[in-house]
């Protein structure tokens, strides 16, 4: 079973500042999905990524297949970034249909 | 842009009763799945359903809980006799294939609140 552990768990920034949350997971994995939740509970998904890096915008998405690591950076924060980050990975192998495992997500506010 | 759809967007029920939470995926997508989170905890995969049929489940996914597609657009999950643990949020995801580029599309959720 995989564990996915984030850190931090609660991040306060300052409007303009760079953010990093990390995630980790302990078992081999096919992909990787940030996912963002606003206050409403509603999930959207930011990046999927198997390996390297990703661009969207002012966040970058980077893995580390055999360190069983991945960032997510949000450049020049705004406080429109306010939100839960959850990090949520997909076993290796082929049996697992695309089945989610999440992290517990960090809380992130970000001050004007 | 497509979206997956839930309704309703909040249910209370009392302990004990049935409750149906129904949710549209994607049109165009063949892989479905249903994931809850209870208030201030992960969020937990239930199940996946592909193909008419459940493909993979958690130990969560009791006698208690079913899914259906009943008519090839929506997705339903049944709660036969709910219980104050069940008070969670419950979000429907759709995927068009099972590769590592294929994302996961999540619907708004569907609050269930059992008294």
């Known amino acids: 079973k995989n564990e996915v552990e984030q850190s931090p768990q609660n991040l306060t920034a300052q409007e303009g500042e760079f953010i990093t949350i990390n995630c980790s997971y302990s078992?081999?994995?096919?992909?990787l999905h940030w996912l963002q939740q606003h206050p409403g509970g509603g999930i959207v998904s930011l990046f999927m990524?198997?390996?390297g890096k990703k661009k969207h915008g002012r966040l970058i998405a980077t893995i580390n297949i055999q360190e069983k690591h991945s960032s997510l950076h949000i450049t020049a924060s705004h406080p429109r970034d306010s939100a839960v980050y959850i990090c949520?990975?997909?076993?290796?192998?082929?049996?697992?249909?695309?089945?989610?495992?999440f992290g517990q997500g960090t809380i992130l506010t970000v001050h004007p | 842009e497509p979206e997956v759809t839930q309704t309703p967007s909040h249910q209370v029920t009392q302990m004990g009763q049935e409750v149906i939470l129904r949710c549209v995926p994607i049109?165009?997508?063949?892989?479905f799945y249903w994931y809850r989170q209870i208030l201030g905890q992960k969020v937990e995969f239930l199940v996946s359903?592909?193909?008419?049929?459940?493909?993979?489940k958690s130990e969560i996914f009791d006698d208690q809980f079913s899914v259906e597609r009943p008519d090839g657009s929506n997705f339903t999950l049944k709660i036969r006799s709910t219980k104050l643990e069940d008070s969670a949020m419950y979000f429907c995801?759709?995927?068009?294939?099972?590769?590592?580029?294929?994302?996961?599309?999540f619907g708004p959720g569907t609050r269930l609140t059992v008294l």
């Open positions: 995801a759709s995927r068009r294939r099972v590769r590592d580029t294929d994302t996961q599309y």
């Open positions: 990524l198997s390996s």
């Open positions: 078992v081999g994995i096919s992909a």
């Open positions: 949520a990975v997909i076993d290796a192998g082929g049996t697992s249909y695309g089945k989610l495992t």
């Open positions: 359903f592909y193909n008419n049929e459940i493909s993979e």
């Open positions: 049109s165009n997508h063949l892989y």
